[in-house]
């Protein structure tokens, strides 16, 4: 009797960025190919795909992930959100703005995952320290910027955010 | 700085952009995530390459069995170095004016021999990648291991065998120079220090690999190649001249690019190979490199060892300096801008800022079996910098005095420019005295020390390092067209006015995230006499920008700024010209501002741009008699009155060192430098910032280990480290502003100067902290273990 065929693929339902989306997911895709791939979201860049360099970060229930470390299945009723969505939402306008006042940008490929991590730390409230911006996207890897001027525009946000009253946690 | 027709100088015109902290137009859409590399270009029947790369440093290939592969699900070739050979001639990286300068024919594909672990030579184009890979594990391959060449000291024994048989030996190219009396000024001198310094091979890690993606259309006879690149122009020719297309044949389209630094201006096989291969297959090819092969295959670079001493009198002065280096390059010279440039730099740069006039070096550049080396950011830069600052304050340590006095009394004077520096250099006007007077004060030179001084005593070891140095920027000719390399040194831009007003400017330097279009931008809107909401910036193609060399050794402001600011007076000209007729005016006395044409003198409006535009493009009958209207202009610059525009700084680091574990925390990091017109200060003081920790990464980090075969030990991001937000200080920049006259608008490079200074700072810093512990550190990277190998704990 001829082996069972390995299973190649599989159905996957899931929220991404406010949509109900479905698709059918080759298993051995990782996440960050599968919203490239099969979504068209090329914000989500890949730069080393073994979860160190940060580029691919997105939020998988409201947490920053790495989309080259998890696999697409594995989104399967999940609600994720790329800096796509994140852009149409309004949701880090401010920090868009912040970034793009400071120049805290140069060539651009770390910045969506740079965004997508300095989004869960604004989400935490509040006004940190230089120090624990910098601890925050210490596993955002930045060739171009030597990360002052993303600290500044980091912080910059979460003061005016402080400021507005709009940094509550809830 | 010269006035206009208008009387105003670019920094005081009325809608002057220059010198101002304007963000770039071009980042928005990558802060949404909206850009373009070459992984998101579209393309339907899309091939995806993936390579089979030497597992060994040096090998015979006896055998490549491809049938298995090619029968493999979404296949769509396998191809050999034999056969990709067909349609791609090899080539040698060698130039006319590095004599002497000897490598051997490199093919897309290696044929009959591997030379480096990572070392393409098979090739499988598949419907996908993964299946691309999946093939690749079916080719079976026979290898015949050589003897590997691995270690550079070694290279040149006479029991090591030559890499290529045909040249005799390991040696690809030497230089020596010897100015005035070395050994006199030795002999007679108060203090001779010596050091050898040891700079590790570190590489660029680009965030966004190397990427092509290459798209032959048979039927216009046109090869598109999207390509994560800095020199379109130069890939085109050289596409042209290894694949014997005519040069309308090739259109080259850099786009969004994810980081370069030197790194993506050099001819790579495996980008070669996927060209041919679209050729090939009539199909669009992809390759995109994933980490290992980034690590294995893009350039490296440093890998010197120098020795050198230096001479001083008993005051202070620096008499002579002479040095040693020696540097691995890998197996091949790369092409075209071959892999000798980085040791004539640091023969041409070491100990540039002083006015010693007795001078010698030596440098000898050998092959060996790693990946191949060649120009990454600051190319000899942080070589040149570490080698006699190193030396200046180990004088300054014998001689009991304070290293910035030292650099005070031994820098070239401020008011001595125009001269040559030691090595021949010729230098238009540097600011090292003014420099470190700025330095001195932004950082509280004293009471830093003071402070230092005080946590000694408690047992906490901190240093001050400095390190002042100088930048080549705005090449001519003189750079590598004059060895013969068809790489242009003249830019070119092109500026359009369309009838609403808006203003098109296509410019042949190109953007990496520098901010070269934004401030082309700034310069366009600036000349022109429009805001600058009105400017689009085209870049990065060779079917729609004027010939150019594109954006290398900081060359993009200085150069292509020029070129976009004579375009675009040239343009203001003529539309005055035209505007004059209209409203039967001297044209001298109108001026454009602000999208307006204005009365030079009162700036009072007489015609907006929209209604100019309106009867130039749709009423051209109602134009006066005889008139023309040319609202498209161009001009070209090269740089003529020196080879090089060279720029000068200083740079300070303050750390901590942990004497028990040999950590090292960087406490904080000043420059000035002085980059001639400050364009745009938010983009310049970016790139400092940028080059600087780039350097910290080389200095404390970055580290390409090979074992004694010759593999890559540290192939990753987990084993390779490169500097992260949590470990990097804070860093303020300031300038010395001194603009060259050999353009209109004076701006000089400043893209290299942070990694040109930063490891010798840091290293003295270090070397300054351990100094009352009797140690000292001479090997970058600077990891824990050299640290506590030099406090004799381990």
Not at chain 1, 70 to 76: H, R
Not at chain 2, 347 to 365: M, S
Not at chain 2, 386 to 411: F, I, K, Q, W
């Amino acid at each position: 009797m001829a082996p069972e065929a390995p299973e190649r693929e599989r159905a996957v339902a899931f929220t991404l960025n406010g949509e109900s989306v479905r698709c059918r997911a080759p298993v051995r895709t990782h996440l960050g190919d599968l919203l490239r791939d099969a979504f068209g979201l090329t914000g989500v860049h890949l730069g080393c795909e073994h979860g160190v360099c940060g580029a691919c970060t997105v939020l998988v229930d409201g947490r920053a992930v790495r989309a080259c470390l998890m696999l697409g299945v594995q989104a399967d009723g999940t609600v994720v959100e790329t800096v796509e969505g994140l852009t149409e939402s309004g949701s880090i306008r401010d920090l868009q703005d912040a970034f793009h006042a400071r120049n805290a940008l140069q060539c651009g490929y770390c910045t969506p995952g740079m965004l997508v991590t300095a989004a869960e730390l604004l989400a935490e409230g509040g006004v940190p320290e230089r120090a624990a911006i910098r601890d925050a996207i210490a596993g955002n890897y930045c060739r171009c910027t030597g990360y002052h001027a993303i600290v500044d525009a980091i912080a910059t946000t979460a003061e005016a955010r402080h400021a507005a009253g709009r940094d509550a946690a809830e | 700085m010269s006035a206009d027709a208008s009387g105003l100088t670019f920094l005081d015109r009325p809608n002057s952009y220059i010198g101002r902290s304007v963000p770039r137009p071009n980042a928005r859409r990558l802060l949404e995530g909206r850009g373009v590399y070459v992984d998101d270009v579209p393309a339907a029947r899309l091939g995806h390459v993936a390579f089979l790369r030497s597992p060994h440093a040096h090998a015979r290939l006896l055998s490549v069995e491809t049938a298995e592969a090619k029968g493999m699900p979404g296949v769509l070739a396998v191809v050999t170095g034999a056969e990709l050979a067909a349609i791609c001639t090899p080539w040698v990286g060698v130039l006319g004016h590095f004599k002497g300068l000897r490598s051997a024919p490199q093919h897309a594909l290696a044929i009959d021999r591997v030379t480096w672990v990572g070392e393409p030579f098979c090739a499988v184009v598949a419907r996908s990648r993964a299946e691309a890979e999946d093939a690749l594990a079916a080719i079976a391959v026979e290898f015949d291991p050589l003897p590997a060449v691995v270690d550079m000291e070694t290279a040149l024994d006479p029991g090591t065998p030559p890499i290529h048989a045909e040249l005799g030996d390991n040696l690809a190219f030497e230089r020596s120079l010897d100015v005035g009396d070395v050994d006199a000024a030795f002999r007679d001198a108060a203090l001779v220090v010596e050091e050898t310094f040891q700079f590790g091979r570190h590489t660029g890690v680009c965030l966004e690999p190397r990427a092509i993606l290459a798209d032959w259309a048979a039927a216009d006879g046109l090869l598109t190649v999207h390509h994560s690149f800095q020199a379109p122009h130069m890939m085109q020719d050289i596409l042209c001249k290894h694949l014997a297309l005519p040069e309308g044949a090739v259109r080259v389209i850099c786009k969004d690019v994810g980081g370069s630094f030197g790194i993506k201006v050099h001819i790579y096989p495996d980008e070669m190979a996927t060209c041919a291969l679209a050729l090939m297959l009539k199909r669009p090819v992809k390759f995109v490199a994933d980490r290992l092969e980034s690590f294995q295959s893009d350039i490296h670079a440093r890998d010197h060892r120098v020795t050198a001493r230096m001479a001083f009198s008993a005051e202070g002065d620096i008499l002579a300096l002479d040095m040693d280096d020696l540097t691995g390059i890998g197996p091949y010279s790369v092409y075209p801008r071959t892999s000798a440039v980085e040791a004539n730099q640091v023969v041409n740069l070491t100990g540039g800022p002083y006015r010693h006039r007795h001078y010698r070096a030596r440098a000898r550049v050998v092959l060996q079996n790693k990946a191949p080396t060649c120009q990454y950011r600051a190319v000899g830069h942080p070589i040149a910098t570490m080698v006699a600052e190193g030396l200046v304050d180990l004088g300054a340590s014998r001689l009991g005095l304070d290293p910035l006095a030292m650099r005070e009394r031994n820098v070239i004077p401020d008011d001595a420019y125009p001269c040559a520096g030691v090595s021949g250099i010729k230098l238009e006007k540097l600011s090292h005295q003014a420099a470190l007077a700025k330095l001195k004060a932004m950082m509280g030179y004293d009471a830093l020390r003071a402070e230092q001084a005080s946590l000694r005593a408690q047992g906490i070891h901190r240093g001050i390092g400095l390190a002042a140095f100088i930048e080549i920027t705005n090449p001519s000719a003189a750079f590598y067209g004059v060895g013969g390399a068809r790489i242009s040194s003249q830019d070119g831009c092109t500026i359009r006015l369309d009838p609403q007003g808006g203003v098109v400017a296509a410019i042949s330097v190109t953007e990496q995230g520098q901010g070269t279009e934004g401030i082309i931008a700034q310069i366009v809107a600036t000349a022109v006499g429009v805001p600058m909401e009105k400017v689009r910036v085209i870049s990065g193609d060779t079917q729609a920008t004027p010939y150019g060399g594109g954006t290398w050794a900081s060359r993009g402001a200085g150069i292509g700024g020029e070129a976009a600011w004579q375009a675009g007076k040239a343009l203001r000209a003529n539309v005055v010209a035209v505007a004059g007729a209209i409203l039967q005016a001297d044209p001298a006395s109108l001026d454009l501002r602000d999208g307006a044409v204005v009365d030079a003198e009162s700036g009072t409006e007489r015609m907006p741009l929209s209604e100019l535009g309106r009867i130039v493009y749709f009423r051209s009958d109602t134009l006066p008699p005889g008139v023309q209207p040319e609202f498209v202009a161009t001009r070209h610059y090269v740089p003529k009155d020196y080879p090089f525009a060279f720029t000068n700084g200083v740079q300070a680091s303050y750390v901590e060192v942990d004497v028990q574990t040999g950590f090292v925390r960087l406490l904080k990091h000043w420059c000035v430098e002085d980059c001639g017109t400050v364009l745009n200060p938010l983009l310049v003081d970016e790139q400092i910032r940028g080059g600087i920790v780039q350097g910290i990464g080389g200095a404390l980090f970055e580290h390409c280990l090979y074992d004694a075969e010759g593999q890559l030990l540290n192939g990753s991001m987990a084993d390779y480290l490169v500097p992260m937000a949590g470990e990097m200080p804070d860093i303020e920049v300031a300038h010395v502003v001194s603009p060259t006259t050999s353009s209109e608008i004076g701006a000089k490079g400043a893209g290299e100067a942070g990694t040109a200074g930063a490891p010798a700072a840091v290293v003295n810093a270090i070397n300054d902290a351990l100094r009352p512990l009797d140690a000292r550190v001479s090997r970058q990277p600077v990891t824990p273990e050299v640290v506590l190998e030099a406090l004799g704990l381990v």
